[in-house]
């Protein structure tokens, strides 16, 4: 397998949609665009059960949504952000044209933490441990669910139909090894903690890697048959919140975005 990093996060689908890769991790409403566009892609397994997304604030410094008129956000450029953010911000009867949105290539939380933005965008397996383990601090978080946003999983494996269709064999492979490996994490955690710190050493510390296996196992559900099974409920919520916004124009059926075909 080749483990290819895009440039930025929002080239994921670009790459998907193109067939320079077979299969992908990205965001529920990368897929959404994406599908919106033509690209023959389709989400085939959820990475965790539902939406820990929201906005950071330093610690001591919380805010409330209509406080945030005017303010500098940190977020990242891809579909996902803006869509959350857009209906975070209409639960106070605002859009994004009233906050600043400070884009980040591949990470918010300096930022924040260098005071050049009021608050920033992200999960809390990922900006959240950043922030109280390099921040040191235990930071506001507003989670998106609170301010209407449903409760959908933000994360997907995601494959290219036409790869998917001549391989699904293979395809099938690769979601039980993915499966497999996801569960003995769960219930090896220090195994799991020491393998990412051997591979990603230079980039994180110790405690970083810690906490944040910590923050995800909070999110990863029940190691069973249903921990990457996608349904209609969750996709028909979203479609329905982001097409009321006209964030997207023009919505598929639930069961055109995803497939259950390649899982164990």
């Known amino acids: 397998m080749n483990i290819v990093a895009p440039p930025t996060v929002a080239d994921t689908m670009k790459y998907l ?7 992908a991790f990205t965001t529920v409403m990368d897929i959404i665009f994406a599908k919106e566009q033509g690209a023959p892609v389709i989400a085939i ?3 965790g059960t539902g939406n820990n997304w929201g ?3 330093q610690e001591g410094h919380p805010v409330t949504v209509r406080e945030l008129k005017g303010k500098k956000i940190g977020i990242y450029n ?12 209409k639960s106070a009867g605002m859009t994004l044209d009233d906050v600043q949105m400070v884009a980040a290539a591949d990470d918010t939380v300096p930022l924040l933490l260098q005071n050049r ?15 109280a383990v390099a921040g040191k601090q235990t930071p506001i978080f507003m989670p998106a669910t609170a ?3 449903p409760d959908t999983p933000i994360f997907m494996f995601a494959g290219n139909q036409p790869w998917l269709e001549k391989n699904p064999a293979l395809a099938k492979a690769f979601m039980r090894a993915t499966s497999k490996s996801i569960r003995y994490a769960i219930a090896h955690p220090d195994e799991a903690i020491a393998a990412f710190a051997a591979q990603y050493s230079k980039s994180y510390d110790a405690a970083f890697v810690k906490r944040q ?7 990863l559900g029940k190691p069973d048959s249903e921990q990457l099974k996608l349904d209609d ?8 919140a982001v097409s009321g916004l006209g964030i997207v124009k023009q919505t598929l059926p639930p069961a055109q975005y995803y497939t259950n075909d390649y899982l164990p």
């Not at 891809?78 to 911000?89: F, I």
């Not at 933005?117 to 922030?131: P, Q, R, W």
């Not at 409920?233 to 329905?240: C, D, F, I, M, Y």
């Open 213 to 219: 296996w910590q923050d995800t196992m909070a999110v």
């Open 45 to 47: 397994g959820r990475y």
């Open 78 to 89: 891809d579909a996902w952000t803006k869509a959350q953010l857009s209906l975070v911000l």
């Open 233 to 240: 409920r969750a996709w028909s919520e979203l479609l329905n």
């Open 117 to 131: 933005v009021d608050a920033t965008t992200g999960i809390t397996n990922a900006e959240g441990t950043e922030l």
């Open 147 to 149: 301010y209407g946003v």
């Open 55 to 57: 906005i950071f604030t």
């Open 17 to 23: 949609g193109t067939g320079r890769a077979d299969v």
